[in-house]
């Protein structure tokens, strides 16, 4: 079975800032894996997806994932926050033709002060 | 509908009644998903259900715990006998099924509060 860490669990940034929320996950074979957020008093919705080809992957609003197989990782990464980014950012995996079922990261909360 | 819509939107229960949990997911989706969200937890993974097929119920915490998806598209999450640590948001899910790296559709949530 696959799991999911997020290391940061809180961040506070000021607009304009650099953006890098760390995600690792545990699966020796092939994998999917994706970038979800929840805006405050929004349902989530994905931001980026990586499965097969380029592990640069862009998303909506700028952000962007690399996806590193030697380190097991898939950061997400934005040049210059705005104060609109401050959500909740969920990093999920699953097994390629293995589960549908995504195992989610415990998310992070990133808040950005204007 | 244009999306997955769960209601009741927020419900507060005495401990130990019965709840019911629903979900409409997006039309033509085969695959639907239910999870839990505690404070700090992240996304807790409870029942699946894809097509016809039995569920997985893999990740349901008790026997407390059931679902059930009629005709393939609404569906029910149960919980008997309420606890307080069963206090939580409850978030439904779809998908066209197809492939593992399709993205899920969320809804809104129910927050559950047991007192």
């Known amino acids: 079975a696959q799991s999911v860490s997020q290391h940061n669990h809180h961040v506070i940034l000021s607009e304009a800032a650099s953006l890098e929320l760390g995600c690792n996950y545990s699966?020796?074979?092939?994998?999917?894996l994706f970038w979800y957020v929840q805006y405050p008093g929004q349902h989530l919705q994905l931001l980026l997806k990586?499965?097969?080809?380029?592990?640069l992957v862009k998303g909506i609003k700028g952000f962007e994932a690399e996806f590193i197989k030697s380190k097991f990782s898939f950061n997400l990464r934005k040049p210059s926050v705005q104060w609109s980014d401050t959500a909740e950012y969920f990093c999920?995996?699953?097994?390629?033709?293995?589960?549908?079922?995504?195992?989610f990261g415990r998310g992070t909360s990133l808040i950005v002060h204007p | 509908g244009a999306g997955v819509s769960q209601s009741p939107s927020n419900k507060v229960t005495e401990k130990g009644k019965d709840v019911e949990l629903r979900c409409d997911p997006i039309s033509g989706h085969t695959a639907l998903y239910w999870y839990r969200q505690s404070l700090g937890q992240g996304l807790e993974f409870l029942i699946y259900?894809?097509?016809?097929?039995?569920?997985?119920k893999s990740g349901l915490p008790s026997d407390r715990f059931s679902a059930e998806r009629t005709g393939g598209s609404v569906s029910t999450l149960t919980i008997q006998r309420t606890q307080q640590e069963d206090s939580a948001v409850y978030l439904c899910a779809s998908s066209s099924g197809i492939a593992t790296n399709e993205k899920l559709f969320f809804g809104s949530g129910t927050q559950l509060s047991v007192l």
């Open positions: 999920a995996v699953t097994a390629s033709g293995g589960s549908y079922i995504p195992t």
């Open positions: 259900f894809q097509g016809n097929s039995a569920p997985d």
């Open positions: 699966y020796g074979g092939t994998v999917n």
């Open positions: 990586y499965f097969s080809g380029d592990p």
